[in-house]
């Protein structure tokens, strides 16, 4: 997840609102679900003031005016000065969002604009508040707004003690300073508690959804870590099954070699049965390289099942699984099926944003496909087919190519005389099908097996 997922999206190419805010939630879908948060975080910091504003500032204002009769000549700069400051906000915290999640550098420029603003906003409405009539209730909701975007910026560059140590500090000074000058006790004696409040309340709205975002790329970063650890460990492991099968066999060819060629010299006939023996030796371990090298190549029908399973609900994914049968299925072929469940899995974490999956293999002598979701015709005779359906498809699915994957499944399913079926269904639906047709001999081993939730088969198993 990098930098740009907190960038802003540019606006649509035909101009008027309609459009524009069509294309935004059609990218929106297209998303991921982290990306998705990303989105909905930054637009919930970014309107926040705009709607606090219109509800601090503009509304108690208007009753001011109504019992004063006119327009305060203070009321139309501080409304401005409101506008300003939202204006000024909005760049300045997604800049603070990337401070705080990827450690770019902070906006102090626009944080000392803002606290500018602050300072000469809070000013005029204590000018205003002292000049009218203006109710002690009033004067603090019109008086909080000032300091809300540049606390909200502060929380984002600085800890959650400094931020306490200088609210207090500035609710302070501004008491003395209007003290000093002699406004009234009524109004500046207020100030700390508004202070407070402006900083807690930014704290729990910028603050929190910058604490998610960074916990989020975090674990986004923990997962990658956990991939390439798990991809270090199988090379270990290969090669410590090489040194174990190719490392035997070398000391003892040298041995043997060195030996026949001892009494080669010599002229000894045992010479060739040394060189004899060091052939037998050598295909034997071209043997049992090729058959390590195949155990790690043939995929495992009933552990790509539990893997995918367990993909994707750490994905947030809901899998649902329905499997029976598969013991009578021969062993090459639950090899290409799980290659199928590999690379649908892949297919459903990259291509879709889908909130449930199901995986349903099947099993018949009679070569039905299955019943209810994943019913569909088949070919005549018996057969094991799998179908892996999601609820994520995106809107440029049915225009999107196969891939190579998909290509190099049909290739290997066409083998064994098999078919993929690949393709959006009605209602948000993607669907990846895999028929695979059984000779009956085949089959005297069918019937129903444990399924890789524990329970018997047929019966799904819920993740």
Same mark, same amino acid.
């Given at each position: 997840?990098?930098?740009?997922?907190?960038?802003?999206?540019?606006?649509?190419?035909?101009?008027?609102?309609?459009?524009?805010?069509?294309?935004?939630?059609?990218?929106?879908?297209?998303?991921?679900?982290?990306?998705?948060?990303?989105?909905?975080?930054?637009?919930?910091?970014?309107?926040?003031?705009?709607?606090?504003?219109?509800?601090? /500032?503009?509304?108690?204002?208007?009753?001011?005016?109504?019992?004063?009769?006119?327009? !305060? #000549?203070?009321?139309?700069?501080?409304?401005?000065?409101?506008?300003?400051?939202?204006?000024?906000?909005?760049?300045?915290?997604?800049?603070?969002?990337?401070?705080?999640?990827?450690?770019?550098? #902070?906006?102090?420029?626009?944080?000392?604009?803002?606290? #500018?603003?602050?300072?000469?906003?809070?000013?005029?409405?204590?000018?205003?508040?002292?000049?009218?009539?203006?109710?002690?209730?009033?004067?603090?909701?019109?008086?909080?707004?000032?300091?809300?975007?540049?606390?909200?910026?502060?929380?984002?560059?600085?800890?959650?003690?400094?931020?306490?140590?200088?609210?207090?500090? /500035?609710?302070?000074?501004?008491?003395?300073?209007?003290?000093?000058?002699?406004? !009234?006790?009524?109004?500046?004696?207020?100030?700390?508690?508004?202070?407070?409040?402006?900083?807690?309340?930014?704290?729990?709205?910028?603050?929190?959804?910058?604490?998610?975002?960074?916990?989020? =790329?975090?674990?986004?970063?923990?997962?990658?870590?956990?991939?390439?650890?798990?991809?270090?460990?199988? =090379?270990?492991?290969?090669?410590?099954?090489?040194?174990?099968? &190719?490392?035997?066999?070398?000391?003892?060819?040298?041995?043997?070699?060195?030996?026949?060629?001892?009494?080669?010299?010599?002229?000894?006939?045992?010479?060739?049965?040394?060189?004899?023996?060091?052939?037998?030796?050598?295909?034997?371990?071209?043997?049992?390289?090729?058959?390590?090298?195949?155990?790690?190549?043939?995929?495992?029908?009933?552990?790509?099942?539990?893997?995918?399973?367990?993909?994707?609900?750490?994905?947030?994914?809901?899998?649902?699984?329905?499997?029976?049968?598969?013991?009578?299925?021969?062993?090459?072929?639950?090899?290409?099926?799980?290659?199928?469940?590999?690379?649908?899995?892949?297919?459903?974490?990259?291509?879709?944003?889908?909130?449930?999956?199901?995986?349903?293999?099947?099993?018949?002598?009679?070569?039905?496909?299955?019943?209810?979701?994943?019913?569909?015709?088949?070919?005549?005779?018996?057969?094991?087919?799998?179908?892996?359906?999601?609820?994520?498809?995106?809107?440029?699915?049915?225009? =999107?190519?196969?891939?190579?994957?998909?290509?190099?499944? =049909?290739?290997?399913?066409?083998?064994?005389?098999?078919?993929?079926? &690949?393709?959006?269904?009605?209602?948000?639906?993607?669907?990846?099908?895999?028929? &695979? !047709?059984?000779?009956?001999?085949?089959?005297?081993?069918?019937?129903?097996?444990?399924?890789?939730?524990?329970? !018997?088969?047929?019966?799904?198993?819920?993740?």
């Amino acid at each position: 997840m990098g930098a740009t997922a907190l960038t802003m999206y540019g606006d649509g190419d035909d101009g008027g609102a309609g459009p524009v805010i069509h294309g935004q939630l059609r990218k929106l879908r297209g998303r991921g679900r982290v990306a998705q948060v990303y989105l909905w975080a930054r637009w919930t910091l970014y309107v926040s003031p705009w709607l606090l504003f219109l509800a601090w /500032v503009p509304a108690p204002l208007s009753g001011v005016v109504a019992q004063a009769h006119q327009v !305060p #000549a203070l009321s139309l700069p501080i409304v401005v000065l409101g506008l300003v400051q939202c204006g000024v906000y909005v760049p300045g915290v997604r800049r603070g969002l990337s401070h705080y999640v990827y450690g770019t550098p #902070a906006p102090w420029r626009l944080i000392a604009v803002s606290g #500018a603003l602050t300072a000469v906003s809070m000013t005029l409405v204590v000018v205003l508040a002292v000049s009218l009539p203006m109710e002690l209730n009033t004067y603090y909701t019109v008086m909080m707004f000032p300091g809300l975007p540049t606390a909200s910026l502060l929380c984002l560059v600085i800890s959650k003690r400094r931020q306490a140590l200088l609210s207090v500090v /500035v609710s302070a000074v501004a008491v003395g300073v209007l003290a000093l000058v002699g406004v !009234p006790l009524d109004f500046a004696g207020g100030l700390p508690p508004v202070f407070l409040f402006t900083a807690a309340f930014a704290a729990l709205i910028c603050r929190s959804w910058a604490w998610i975002l960074a916990a989020m =790329r975090e674990l986004d970063e923990a997962k990658g870590d956990q991939a390439r650890l798990a991809v270090a460990e199988e =090379r270990l492991r290969f090669a410590r099954d090489m040194h174990d099968v &190719v490392g035997r066999n070398l000391s003892v060819i040298a041995l043997k070699s060195e030996l026949g060629v001892r009494l080669a010299r010599k002229g000894r006939p045992e010479a060739a049965d040394q060189m004899a023996e060091v052939q037998q030796l050598a295909q034997d371990s071209q043997r049992e390289v090729r058959d390590v090298v195949r155990a790690y190549r043939e995929a495992d029908l009933q552990v790509e099942l539990a893997g995918a399973r367990a993909v994707l609900q750490a994905a947030g994914v809901e899998c649902l699984m329905d499997q029976e049968g598969s013991a009578g299925v021969p062993q090459q072929v639950q090899s290409v099926l799980a290659w199928v469940v590999r690379e649908g899995t892949t297919n459903v974490l990259r291509h879709a944003n889908a909130a449930s999956c199901w995986l349903t293999l099947r099993v018949t002598p009679d070569g039905a496909a299955g019943s209810g979701r994943t019913a569909t015709a088949a070919r005549s005779g018996p057969a094991v087919v799998f179908t892996m359906e999601n609820d994520g498809v995106l809107e440029d699915a049915a225009q =999107r190519g196969d891939g190579s994957g998909i290509a190099g499944l =049909r290739e290997r399913l066409a083998a064994f005389g098999g078919a993929l079926t &690949v393709g959006p269904r009605p209602g948000g639906r993607f669907w990846l099908r895999a028929h &695979v !047709p059984l000779e009956k001999d085949e089959l005297l081993g069918y019937g129903p097996t444990a399924s890789v939730d524990g329970q !018997p088969g047929g019966m799904p198993g819920i993740g």
